[in-house]
């Protein structure tokens, strides 16, 4: 294809070519889009309707009692007080745990881009495995030191399971960033006087807006769609909404009401869902800042 | 990130200064201190602890009886073992192909100056913000053979359309892989769009002056250059395909049988519910040992990398 072609007239095999690429994209949209849907549209409509119809064809009126019932009375387990209970748990546990994690992650970001010391730079290399690690490694560890610790079955215990795992990463984002101020910042404000805390609270902080966003998005969703941790150290009342609603879905009392499973699907989903409609930009900067580099 | 290394020459001369010793100069190892403790502790200690409890005769409890390697030979003896492991060559191989081709073709794809382009890459990624769980149980209801996608082709006139993937113990993997592609393939494609963006205009210029055509520039000129994307989404997808356990749990919980397994659900079987400590932590070993022949090699190439920088 010469230059000069380019732009100056469209021939019919570009054209044709082009509705080709629209109707691929349009197509995988569709295919994305698809399970939400099909949740969405399944938790309006009633058991009967459920039975009788396809996974696409519309409820015919708009039924909300799924809904309530998968808030507040559907059963988990034993327990059939809905996914409520759980759901605020879930939010227990994620916003002490974002915020303590977030806060450790700035300062070591901070010391191990802007105070190297002896041993800093292979101690942020250990810590880079621990983002890696499959937690499958210290899971029976952990419970026994979460008994000793007498915080075994409590949101407390999870918030520190989520703390402890959550450093390497939140470090990994916060030093990444922060290699890019220049040293000569913290010298000239360390000849004026200026101490540690000080330099972190007057420069540094000021400056990571954008990174902060990045981490507290990232760290809100890794830690609200967690399982793992949620299952093996939870109580019965202690769970986050992953774990109930994996209960919810798994328990068989009579028969299967799919509407009230997709309604508690879509509500667990929710918060993670509105960040990423609210902030898409911060969550993909997130994650990608862990996979490529810069 | 290009600047990574620019400004480590400063900081060094900086800490060469004679030191003062105040409260200032340990500041920054007093704040690092619970990290690092924390770090050794409850990630190399209980790493080490782990590997030591593969090596007892472990069974409800922790027990500090040696018995050497007798917890791998039962393992690798153990039929449900091989099935998760099977299953997890399987699932990651199929998972990775899938991801990597759909994330390069959508990316190309959206490459290509596309209205609303924004409107539809945020179509493609949004699987990634939710929960394994919630993924897992809206596939579970898509693919029953009652209800589901079964059904919808039967009433579309396909009368003898059979999937029954979901509960047949040789095609249920496959459902795993279904339900996790359409998670995280999206998230592929966010890789490689970011990557084709950073790609050298000039370079795809000259080419396209020197009477290359489109296709040939993407195969010979802007795919090769996205070989690190490529490597480090191979990395992280198959970090997730070894670490995947919340979406079995939730799409088939291993069923039927054992059949949909997978190591990460082995492991948490035999630990917490079947009173198989030497066991379970025996496979967490096999896992971490995995995750490190992939991980190692790619730290150790991103580290000199960047030295190199």
Redesign the interface.
């Known amino acids: 294809m010469s230059k000069a072609s380019i732009g100056r007239q469209t021939t019919w095999v570009e054209k044709a070519l082009r509705v080709a690429l629209y109707t691929v994209l349009i197509i995988m949209a569709t295919v994305y889009l698809m399970p939400f849907l099909v949740m969405l549209l399944t938790s309006l409509k009633d058991v009967e309707e459920i039975r009788t119809g396809t996974l696409l064809s519309l409820p015919s009126t708009l039924d909300l009692s799924a809904w309530s019932k998968a808030w507040g009375e559907a059963c988990t387990g034993n327990n059939c007080g809905g996914i409520s209970p759980y759901f605020l748990n879930s939010f227990q546990i994620v916003i002490p745990a974002v915020l303590i994690s977030t806060l450790l992650g700035a300062i070591n970001g901070y010391v191990i881009s802007l105070w190297k010391f002896r041993g800093s730079d292979l101690f942020f290399a250990a810590l880079l495995v621990g983002c890696f690690i499959p937690f499958q490694v210290i899971l029976l560890p952990m419970a026994r030191t979460l008994g000793w610790l007498g915080i075994a079955n409590t949101t407390t215990g999870l918030v520190f399971v989520h703390v402890v795992y959550g450093v390497a990463f939140t470090t990994l984002f916060f030093r990444n960033f922060y290699q890019a101020i220049p040293g000569e910042l913290v010298k000239a404000a360390r000849l004026d006087g200026a101490g540690f805390f000080t330099i972190f609270y007057r420069i540094i902080l000021p400056l990571s807006t954008p990174i902060i966003v990045v981490t507290v998005i990232w760290q809100f969703t890794q830690i609200w769609n967690d399982f793992l941790f949620g299952v093996a150290f939870s109580g019965f009342d202690t769970q986050p909404v992953t774990v109930a609603l994996n209960n919810l879905v798994n328990t068989s009392f009579g028969g299967k009401e799919y509407n009230v499973d997709m309604a508690a699907a879509i509500i667990a989903a929710l918060p993670t869902l509105a960040v990423y409609v609210l902030a898409g930009k911060y969550f993909v900067r997130g994650l990608t800042a862990g996979a490529v580099k810069g | ?4 290394a620019a ?2 020459g ?3 001369t ?2 060469g200064r004679p030191a003062r010793l105040s409260l ?1 100069d340990w ?3 007093i ?2 201190a ?3 403790v ?2 050794l502790v ?6 080490i ?2 590997a030591v ?1 593969s090596f007892t005769n472990s069974r409800m409890l ?1 027990s500090y009886k040696f018995v050497g390697l007798d917890q791998y030979e039962r393992l690798f003896n153990n039929d449900r073992w091989i099935v998760a492991l099977t299953n997890l060559g399987i699932f990651g191989g199929l998972f990775i192909l899938i991801c990597l081709f759909l994330g390069v073709v ?1 990316a190309i ?2 490459d ?1 100056k ?1 209205r609303a382009e924004g409107a ?1 890459r ?14 897992g ?6 693919l029953n053979p009652t ?3 079964e ?2 082709m039967i ?2 006139g396909f009368e003898n359309f059979k999937f029954d993937w979901l509960i047949n113990p040789d095609m249920v993997v496959y459902c795993l892989v279904i339900a996790a592609v ?1 998670q995280a393939s ?2 592929v494609m ?2 490689f769009l ?2 084709l963006r950073g790609v050298d205009g000039d370079l795809i210029k000259a080419a ?2 020197d ?1 290359a ?2 296709f040939t520039t993407y195969r010979r000129i802007i795919l090769p250059s996205l070989k ?2 490529f490597f ?2 191979m990395v ?1 997808l198959s ?1 997730i395909a ?2 995947s ?2 979406l079995v ?2 799409l088939t ?1 291993g069923g039927p049988g054992y059949s949909s397994d997978l ?2 659900n082995f ?2 079987a035999h ?2 519910t079947r009173s198989q ?1 030497g066991l ?2 025996a ?3 096999v ?2 040992g ?2 490190l022949a992939i ?1 190692i090699p790619y ?1 150790y190439s ?2 000199r ?2 030295r190199h920088e």
């Open positions: 990130m290009n600047t990574k400004n480590s400063s900081r060094k900086q800490s200032a500041m920054p190892k704040v690092m619970p990290t690092v924390v770090t409850c990630i190399y200690g209980y790493m602890w782990t409890l922790p959508l794809f959206l290509q596309i539809i945020t179509i493609y990624l949004y699987p990634m913000a939710i929960s394994f769980i919630v993924t149980t809206a596939w579970k209801w898509l209800n589901g996608f059904k919808l009433d579309l359409w999206g998230f966010a890789l970011a990557g396209h002056l009477g055509n489109t690190p994307v480090s989404a992280i970090h070894i670490k356990f919340d749990a939730a919980n190591p990460a492991m948490y630990t917490f400590v379970g932590s496979s967490a070993m896992m971490l995995c995750v991980l730290l991103e580290l990398g960047e």
